[in-house]
């Protein structure tokens, strides 16, 4: 079975070929999402066409995904038309193979439940930590999709503070514990910095390292709230900063320290796809149809 995937994204697009389930061709070209939705789209067919004998198309994707009928529910203006776009029938329709169409933060969930650190349990969490914050809940082995075309929960959405302004978005758990938060504070005290990297690089300031502290505690402090929220046996936390020992590590043990003593049992994991996973989970969505 030969599968092509994508990850569709607001600055680039990842594409996979998966052979017989393993993944044998990676490729990445700009996403020029400013170009319009119809735009994105075209030129993912163009790269699909290049490959034969495909039987499914998966694709993974910002946005929230209405994944019955591939259709994007909604999308912001990053990428304008994408809101409404029929995906699946797009595709399915320029290149005559079945096309699904999911959430990139659940394909990730896919990934890691298929592939990777979510493989011995059904009952899991993910949060994956970059410029937002996303996260999907697995139920009995299923990403839980609640009600409406919302894609799952929507757990950067979280408010974090009691006193709420006319922008209740700036006391959330993105706007507090996202990568872009933890940059934003270290710029403060270092305005050369611009990204994550900078700032491990920067460690030995102890000011910078103040500011990662603090942003691990945020963090740290709304994993438990998740966990106290939804007792899962297991937290999955992604993001390429995850990948950083030290970061990770210290996250965990605070974690581990903040938990109430009932739900100290729960397993703390980092995933193990990188950024590879909405590959993966998109390829589970064909794997399991085809």
């Known amino acids: 079975m030969r599968v092509l995937t994508y990850d569709i994204g607001g600055t680039a697009i990842k594409a996979g070929l998966f052979d017989h389930g393993e993944l ?50 909604y999308a912001n203006d990053n990428m304008p038309g994408y809101t409404g776009m029929p995906v699946a029938s ?45 996260g999907t809940l697995f139920i009995g082995g299923r990403p839980y999709h609640g009600t409406g075309p919302s894609a799952g929960i929507m757990i ?35 305005p050369s910095i611009t990204n994550g990297k900078d700032i491990m690089e920067k460690l030995n300031n102890p000011l910078i390292h103040s500011c990662l502290n603090s942003w691990q505690r945020k963090v740290a402090l709304g994993i438990c709230s998740f966990i106290h929220l939804y007792n899962v046996p297991v937290a999955i936390l992604g993001g390429g900063i995850m990948e950083q020992d030290v970061i990770f590590d210290g996250i965990s043990e605070m974690i581990h320290s903040y938990l109430i003593p009932g739900f100290r049992g729960v397993s703390i994991q980092k995933a193990s796809l990188g950024n590879q996973a909405g590959l993966y989970g998109a390829y589970s969505l064909c794997e399991r149809t085809i």
């Open 156 to 190: 950067g959405g979280m408010l974090t503070s009691s006193i709420i302004d006319d922008d209740p978005w700036k006391s959330s758990y993105e706007a507090d514990a996202s990568v872009t938060a933890l940059v934003n504070q270290a710029k403060t005290v270092d």
């Open 90 to 134: 797009i595709i399915e329709s320029a290149l005559h193979v079945p096309v699904h169409v999911e959430n990139d933060v659940v394909c990730a969930g896919l990934g890691e439940y298929h592939f990777g650190k979510g493989k011995k349990t059904d009952d899991f969490l993910l949060v994956t930590f970059g410029t937002g914050i996303g």
């Open 24 to 73: 044998k061709i990676v490729d990445t070209f700009e996403t020029r999402a400013k170009e319009g939705a119809t735009s994105v789209i075209q030129n993912v067919i163009r790269h699909a066409e290049k490959f034969n004998d495909i039987e499914a198309i998966g694709i993974s994707t910002c946005g929230q995904v209405e994944s019955e009928h591939g259709t994007i529910a």
